[in-house]
């Protein structure tokens, strides 16, 4: 589905370039002549994208009704684009135009796959992530989202939480920045490579419901509760409930865990854990009452105000998530007035991680449960109709079909779209990785599908609650003055998606939000971490937990806030039930650790400070790991040793790797970059994970045969491996990042080996001593065969562009970014996870971000870093220009304030210029979508056609 970009380019056959470029394909070349070509292709495909690179000077007229005449953009050093216009409207504009110059490629693809068009794209290939976000119905909410703004806007339709004036205002920031992105494209010389690769010419103009949305794909991508439910039901049929309850627990019952929203730690959490909680928020806040994301209170910094700090993690790839941008709005009214400074996701205005002069704030993931999945029976009528069971009774579903247009086939693909009571309907399929284990392992829960019914599976989340508003939030961010305001913001967000919010303000308060409201069951806690009856009326949800009700602190006692994906309430104290999903609590323990540490004889924090805590190391189960092995092993003499291997495996010299690989006993568990008992470590623990799983299925294993499924026949070691792993079920990564056991396996690890021979899979493996001193043993021969044992070596990490791959080349040629030596893994405060238990690269979430807010002087003591650039054209200068700060840990000024920025400006781009005194009328050649034959229309002012808003400068090509 991928050709080269243009055959005058390069009039050569892609099979040539794979068979020259990839060793592992390579048939008659050799690595020289392969790498040669590779670096030559790149050289090339640079010299074609040329052309796109953004021009960020110059005087252009805006051409868009609305628009002031002193809009302008100015950029710094290092790419970063501030924005300034003395009006609303105009500042989101230029925000969209910033967008569309840097990220025109990333906005396209993040709409193809919100709208179930990927297919148009990349083909049949892609079918199946289409279908699933058709099933889902994530473009029909998204213009139900649109559709309830403009008819609140416009008096319509009542929301009381929205005025119409307000609304009209949200529908004006969507649209004029959608223009701006549409202006952007019209006015570049040359679309980046990427549309030329895949045919993705002209361009599609931008709409407000293309923002819409892409926040309900990063919703759907980001909530949690179904995956798990599914995989679950299956191992658990698979391996039986003893042995599937250790590795799939998800349940953190650590000593020491440092809760977001402790019992009584404030005046809000202690009004919080009343069954009133009306007033929850109209009590006094008084100071000093009281991913990762931590705020530490002015009692413990040298600026007696709150530093916060923030970095999400998220896969780090070419083109990166987050955007960072400044918002200047110099109205007359000061009311209307804002600045605004951060990160914000590509595709939705302003910003979601940064600060507004008075109010500062960060985030991570949620992971309280808010989707489930139903097991449904199903039946077609006489006349084709489909109705689902419920109480005995056979209710109508409602269906319609949908169409996907896919790239290469002239007839499109349909499939009926089928939704019950409890949600639409998701086809086995469109599961992709995990498909036939979900058919099976529903299966027996369902009973088998006869004459009378099918069975099939239904999904019912937060990313799909009609009508939410979260782009109101966002716009109300930009505003805030107290911590009152800003939980009335997140009260939209928490509509559609749930994330842990950290907020600090100037006058010296810090406090935490939970957004997402979680959906309020029939059914006992726990058993939604299995498919509900779709059958049974208990299983229907009664509503969602009101955002009044979730957890949220205001100024804790204990000085400081911490959350890290990790469960953030004690459920003994806190009535209201948010599901078991989080992450294990490691980081966040490290975090308190440390604060403690640097607090304990009365040192003040700074900035820096913070900084140095964000790098920092540390692995609390890495520590716990190799005192668990120095106990079992040191005592053991080498006869016993030598009774866990074969005559074979000593004569290999098995007990000699042992004895050498107890070098671990005194591992500090620090994971630096330098260190070589780091990478034995990782190959130990994974090689124990790998022996464990591989244990199943094992046909000498009595309990196997007696559990043997339909779900055991499909189930293979490497299916069991990728779920234990926490990967999601689309290999593509374009709907779930990962599964809800993602993070776990750690914890769960170290529960079994803190049991010994109460452990199924520790006693079925013959012992704790067994299983450490051949796992050692095992993991000490792969380390002698490594080169450069160093920890920064083995866990290096390529920031990859997805069409490098695409185009066969290797990795860190064509259109990836460099490859850095990374410290860490998934437990450490500075997060990097590794890519799987066989693979020692960072993969898969790492910082993908780093802000940093002492509340005492934002202009000075502000830091914000990403780990690529702004633009991701390839070829540009701020491609990939922060990758080595990033990775060596360094975190510059953010320069915000209108002063700082013009100083240190290097570009500027403004909208100065009047119109043209006689339009002169010019030609585009129109490809619309519906359009049966081209057709020449007349163009004034250069403006683009307004169905594929063509550059003219594009015509040449097109033609």
Request: net charge neutral; hydrophobic share 40%.
């Amino acid at each position: 589905a991928v050709t080269l970009f243009v055959s005058v380019a390069l009039p050569v056959d892609r099979r040539r370039i794979v068979a020259a470029s990839s060793p592992r394909r390579r048939q008659t070349s050799s690595r020289g002549e392969g790498m040669a070509f590779a670096s030559g292709l790149t050289f090339l495909l640079k010299a074609f994208s040329r052309r796109a690179v953004p021009e960020y000077d110059g005087s252009h007229f805006a051409g868009v009704e609305g628009v002031g005449l002193d809009a302008k953009i100015v950029r710094d050093a290092d790419g970063t684009p501030t924005c300034f216009a003395s009006d609303e409207k105009s500042v989101f504009f230029l925000n969209g135009v910033c967008q569309g110059q840097d990220r025109l490629w990333q906005l396209h693809i993040s709409r193809m796959a919100a709208l179930g068009r990927v297919c148009e794209v990349a083909g049949k290939k892609a079918l199946q992530v289409d279908v699933m976000v058709r099933q889902i119905g994530l473009p029909s909410v998204a213009r139900g989202d649109f559709e309830h703004l403009k008819q609140v806007a416009e008096g319509k339709r009542e929301d009381s939480a929205l005025c119409p004036e307000e609304a009209s205002k949200v529908v004006d920031m969507l649209e004029y920045f959608a223009k701006g992105v549409n202006w952007a494209a019209r006015n570049c010389r040359q679309l980046p490579i990427e549309f030329h690769i895949t045919g993705q010419r002209p361009w599609e103009p931008w709409t407000a419901t293309h923002s819409l949305a892409v926040a309900r794909l990063h919703g759907f991508a980001m909530c949690f509760g179904s995956q798990h439910a599914i995989l679950r039901q299956a191992l658990y049929e698979a391996l039986g409930p003893e042995a599937a309850s250790e590795f799939t627990s998800t349940e953190d019952r650590e000593a020491n865990l440092p809760y977001c929203c402790p019992p009584y730690d404030s005046k809000l959490s202690a009004e919080l854990a009343k069954a009133d909680i009306a007033s929850a928020l109209n009590i006094g806040q008084e100071k000093g009452d009281g991913s990762n994301v931590f705020v530490v209170s002015g009692e413990f910094t040298a600026s007696q105000k709150p530093i916060l700090a923030s970095d999400p993690h998220l896969r780090v790839k070419i083109p990166g998530f987050w955007y960072q941008i400044n918002l200047h709005c110099k109205a007359k009214a000061e009311e209307d007035s804002f600045v605004v400074a951060g990160a914000g996701s590509v595709g939705l205005p302003a910003v979601f991680i940064g600060h507004n002069g008075t109010c500062a704030w960060g985030i991570t993931l949620g992971y309280c449960d808010v989707e489930d999945i139903f097991v449904e029976r199903l039946r077609r009528t006489a006349d084709g109709k489909c109705e689902s069971l419920l109480d005995g009774e056979w209710v109508p579903c409602r269906t319609s079909v949908e169409e996907l247009r896919v790239k290469g086939q002239r007839e499109p693909e349909r499939f009926v779209r089928v939704e019950t009571v409890h949600g639409p309907v998701l086809s086995f399929p469109s599961l992709q990785e995990y498909g036939k284990l979900a058919e099976a392992g529903v299966g027996s829960l369902a009973g088998s599908s006869s004459s009378d019914y099918e069975v099939a599976v239904s999904y019912q989340g937060l990313p799909i609650r009609p009508r939410s508003c979260s782009v109101v939030g966002i716009r109300r961010f930009v505003r805030v003055t107290d911590f009152r305001e800003f939980d009335q913001a997140l009260s939209f967000v928490s509509r559609s998606i749930c994330l842990n919010f950290a907020y600090a303000d100037t006058n010296g308060h810090l406090g935490w939000v939970l957004t997402g409201e979680v959906p309020i069951r029939q059914t006992k806690p726990g058993e939604e971490m299995f498919p509900l009856k779709g059958w049974e009326s208990r299983s229907k949800h009664q509503g969602y937990t009101p955002h009044a009700n979730m957890p949220k602190t205001l100024d804790p006692k204990k000085g400081f806030v911490i959350s890290t994906n990790n469960k953030v309430v004690d459920y003994e104290d806190f009535k209201h039930y948010l599901g078991y999903c989080f992450k294990a609590g490691f980081r966040a323990r490290a975090i308190e650790s440390e604060l403690k540490r640097l607090t304990s004889e009365g040192r003040k924090l700074t900035v820096e400070d913070i900084r140095g805590l964000q790098q920092n190391v540390q692995s609390v189960p890495a520590k716990e790991f190799c005192e668990i092995l120095k106990a079992t092993l040191s005592p053991l003499s080498d006869a016993e040793i030598s009774a866990h291997f074969s005559k074979e495996e000593l004569k290999d010299g098995a007990l000699e790797r042992v004895k050498e690989g107890l070098v671990l006993c005194s591992f500090d568990g620090v994971l630096t970059k330098e260190s070589s008992s780091a990478t034995l470590y990782q190959l130990t623990h994974s090689q124990l994970v790998l022996d464990l799983l591989r244990l199943w299925p094992n046909d000498n294993n009595l309990e196997a045969k007696q559990n043997r499924s339909r779900v055991t026949e499909i189930f293979s070691t490497s299916l069991f491996q990728r779920i234990i792993d926490g990967k999601g079920f689309d290999n593509a990564k374009a709907l779930k990042l990962v599964n809800e056991f993602d993070g776990h396996v750690h914890l769960n690890i170290l529960k079994m080996i803190r049991g010994g021979e109460k452990s199924w899979w520790i006693r079925t493996a013959g012992g704790l001593g067994k299983s450490l001193s051949r796992a050692l043993a095992a993991a000490v021969s792969k380390f002698t065969q490594i080169s450069d044992k160093r920890w920064g070596t083995a866990h290096r990490f390529t920031i990859q562009h997805p069409f490098t791959a695409a185009l066969g080349l290797p990795e860190g040629y064509g259109l990836d970014g460099p490859t850095l030596r990374m410290g860490g893994d998934i437990n450490t405060i500075a997060m990097s996870k590794l890519e799987s238990f066989t693979d020692l690269r960072t993969g898969g979430a790492t910082v993908s971000m780093r802000f940093l807010a002492d509340m005492s002087n934002l202009r000075d003591n502000c830091r914000l870093i990403t780990p690529v650039g702004m633009c991701a054209v390839l070829g540009s200068p701020f491609y990939t220009n922060r990758a080595e700060r990033w990775a060596s840990g360094e975190v510059p000024k953010l320069v915000w304030a209108e002063e700082d920025v013009l100083l240190a400006a290097v570009h500027t781009l403004d909208l100065t210029s009047p119109p043209p005194r006689s339009p002169v009328a010019e030609t585009a050649i129109c490809f619309g979508p519906l359009q049966q034959s081209l057709q020449v229309l007349p163009l004034a002012n250069g403006d683009g056609c307004e169905c594929c808003l063509l550059a003219i400068a594009e015509i040449p090509k097109h033609r």
